[in-house]
């Protein structure tokens, strides 16, 4: 179970997001923490042991002719070989699980902070830079802390040790080595200062990559209507174009580290062999010494390479961390108030008072000073012109956005003031895209009530008028409708939503236009079963087709953000404004359907005639 976020992550923001993922750990990743810190370092000493044996074996056997210290530390080779494997394997799979562990909650951090955010989130993010960080971002932290953490740490051991051993046996000899340190490390932190912001950049573009692809993807049938493969295509290579010369500029920076590392050590090797050489000729230095020193400097390629590698781990990650927070510590527009009360149950009233809207502030606003009073159980219509502000007014109701002037009150309460899931749960929305997860019928339809009936998913069925669809299915109700429902109609698929909304059978209703995709056949059929639709709820409708506006008691019609009229279908037909307009214009045409057959299109006159008598008819 995902739980909530933890208090520190929000008293925190300004920590290094490194010693932010350590928030995450339990006394269980702590303890294996520990043991992977105990584990490297016995990795380490046992590794370190092994040139100080071999200086033991040069120095007593091959010229002091003790053979009998063969029979003791032979074994002890082989041994410490052995423990040092132990204590790898060790280290390496009990760090994955600390990092898993890190990951796994880190992930879980991340989808519920994407679960609970405003919608205004998703109109600021984009998809593709969602699934980036959710997957290519995450890899990389996960890479962090399971490959860089660890080779830092092995790293850090191993540098220690070797320092410590050349200065036991000649400390002359350790200067070459300390002086040689310090070059690798000026090296290391100017590759890091240029890798940082590029690891980043890098990490925007693929996730604009995965934003051109996964629109591509979204609107396949739109493309392919258009015949814009080829321009979606150089879309796309344009920008893995700028995503590979990034990564070659990447890929620049570590060859260099790679190359300017062994060339340094080579320059040092030089210098102890030469320095350490004209010792043993003159007899201050034992041969198994130099040799010795000279493989804790050969060893100390190892740490050198693992912090090359931890930086590039440790930029990339950071960047990633980073991506991720941003997120995590991003602040939802819409916010409970800390004493907000749970919602009663609605009765249906709806008080819309000087509400003034904008998506962005500082544009223009898509709703002016609307005021409006919606009796319970009322069936409101809206109606207007394209981007007249009809869906934005519904969308304040479940507090979707919070308007900038005004208030939006539900019985006398205005919402701002309610706990929003208390709310949310007594409003059904059934939307102007149908939009179905990738799973059974039965399992769309009960989306928000996943323990309900089939009795009661059968009879939500009938009323939406897709029981007769279903039915024609070799599997009926556990039919997997594919990804978005891609394998299901337009009008199969509003009719699937339609039934979700019916099933949970709250008090309030909002149906944002979702007659469109439907036929005029089954939309008939559906206008039969209307009335039990909206019985004992208060509905509130966005619809540009007669037949749904005719039932309404009472029309809205907005334009430009304002509502310009309001009244029943009789007395706006009457007043001869906007409303009446639309009507001639577009509605009418709904009442009476073009036929194929040509001899049977109503003449001018005719339809004239059909509209004067229809003028009186709600």
Known sequence: MIGKPKEEFRVSKQMHPILRVFSFMKRKTWFALIVVIFSAILDSAFTLFTPWIVKILIND?????????????????????????????????????????????LRNQLYSKIQKQSIDFFDRIETGQLISRGTSDIEAIRRLLSIGMRIFLRAIMLYTGIFISIGRMNWQLLLIVVGIAPVMFVVMFAYAKRARPLMREIQNKFGDMNSVLAENVYGAQVVRAFAAEDFETSKFERENQIYLDLNMRMARLRAYLTTVFPFVLGIGSF???????????????????????????????????????????????????????EVVDMEKKIQEKPDAIEMPKINGEITFAGVTFAYVEDNPPVLKNINLKISAGETVAFLGTTGSGKSTIVSLVPRFYDPQEGSVKIDGIDIKDVQIESLRQQIAIVQQEAFLFARTIKENIAFGKPDATDEEIIRVAKIAQAEEFITTFPDGYDTVVGERGVTLSGGQKQRLTIARALLLDYPLLIMDDSSSALDFETEHQFQSAIGELIKNRTTLVITQRLSTIKYATLIIVMD??????????????E???????????????QEYPIMDDISQVISEGDKSNLEEESGGKK
Not at 560 to 573: S, W
Request: charge should be neutral.
């Open 560 to 573: 430009k953000g304002e509502i310009i009229e309001q009244g029943t279908h009789e007395k706006l037909l």
């Open 61 to 105: 056997v091959f010229y002091g002719k003790n053979y009998d210290v063969m029979i003791i530390w032979l074994p002890i080779y082989v041994a410490t070989g052995f423990f040092a494997a132990i204590f790898r394997f060790l280290q390496r799979y009990i760090n994955e699980y600390v990092s898993q562990s890190l990951i796994f909650d």
């Open 271 to 325: 210098l102890l062999l030469y320095f350490g050489g004209k010792g043993v000729i003159a007899g201050d230095m034992l041969v198994g010494d130099l040799i010795a020193i000279n493989a804790f400097l050969i060893l100390m390629q190892m740490p050198t390479r693992f912090l090359s590698f931890a930086i590039l781990h440790f930029q990339e990650g950071t960047a990633s961390l980073n991506r991720i927070f």
């Open 575 to 589: 007043k001869g404004g906007l409303y009446r307009h639309l009507y001639e214009t577009q509605l009418l045409e």
